[in-house]
């Protein structure tokens, strides 16, 4: 968790995310409020939600799912990138939490465009799946709880249509992933994901050093 690239200096930071596409006044506040809360390093960085909104307008996505909402921000990004007619299907088991995005996302007119899913994730895909079928979906965001992520990952995939875009976020986990002494869970789970899939012929993927780490993977 990071809400700014690593080893990137204050004032280095401050300029990326100034020259950068401006954040709404909606997403200015959420991100300040979240930043009060005890759980604030969950949010991503600003740099990073310019990113996600750019790959959806990249590839012209229209349907989108999240593993992990918290409270919005990347939600709302990525809801702003999409078209008038475009869905975002958030999945999150956090009622306190998405009561904040709820309230940001009706602020900046894209309530419409965000379908919130509280309950496993692991659930809310598999009905996904039941409900719009494989190859249904253009984009798809994971950060979530990482024991989860190779479930979240596959069934994410699954959903993908050929040339969707799956990013996992907190792929570099400060640093922890490359340091053999640690071995807590979340490391644990991380590093053996990052292995599967940088070996996943299933996809084409690059990893790259923006806020923690995310891993964007192609489907073929």
Same mark, same amino acid.
């Given at each position: ?18 020259? !950068? ?6 997403? &200015? &506040? ?13 949010? =991503? ?12 307008? *990249?590839i012209g996505a229209r349907r ?22 475009? &869905?975002?299907?958030?999945?999150? =088991? ?24 509280? !309950? ?8 996904? *799946? ?28 699954? *959903?993908? &249509? ?9 792929? *570099?986990?400060?640093? /922890? ?21 940088? /070996? ?6 690059a990893m790259v050093p923006i ?6 993977? =192609?489907?073929?």
């Amino acid at each position: 968790m990071s809400n700014k690239t690593l080893q990137l200096p204050d004032y280095l930071h401050e300029y990326l995310v100034a020259h !950068g596409p401006a954040e709404t006044p909606e997403l &200015r &506040r959420l991100r300040e409020e979240t930043a009060r809360l005890p759980m604030a390093g969950m949010q =991503i960085a600003p740099e990073q939600g310019q990113f996600l909104a750019f790959l959806v307008r *990249l590839i012209g996505a229209r349907r989108v799912v999240e593993v992990g909402v918290f409270t919005g921000y990347s939600a709302l990004w990525q809801a702003l990138a999409l078209p008038e007619a475009g &869905r975002l299907v958030g999945c999150d =088991i956090n009622a306190e939490w998405t009561r904040i995005a709820e309230e940001y996302w009706a602020a900046a007119g894209v309530d419409d465009r965000i379908e919130l899913r509280l !309950g496993p994730a692991k659930d809310t895909l598999d009905t996904l *799946l039941d409900e719009s079928g494989e190859g249904s979906f253009d984009f798809a965001f994971i950060d979530a709880d990482k024991e989860n992520y190779e479930a979240y990952y596959e069934r994410c995939l699954r *959903l993908l &249509r050929p040339g969707g875009v799956c990013a996992i976020d907190n792929v *570099l986990w400060s640093g /922890r992933v490359a340091k053999p002494r640690c071995r807590d869970a979340d490391t644990l789970a991380l590093r053996a994901f990052n292995e599967r899939l940088s /070996r996943d012929e299933r996809v084409h993927m690059a990893m790259v050093p923006i806020a923690d780490g995310v891993s964007l993977a =192609i489907k073929r």
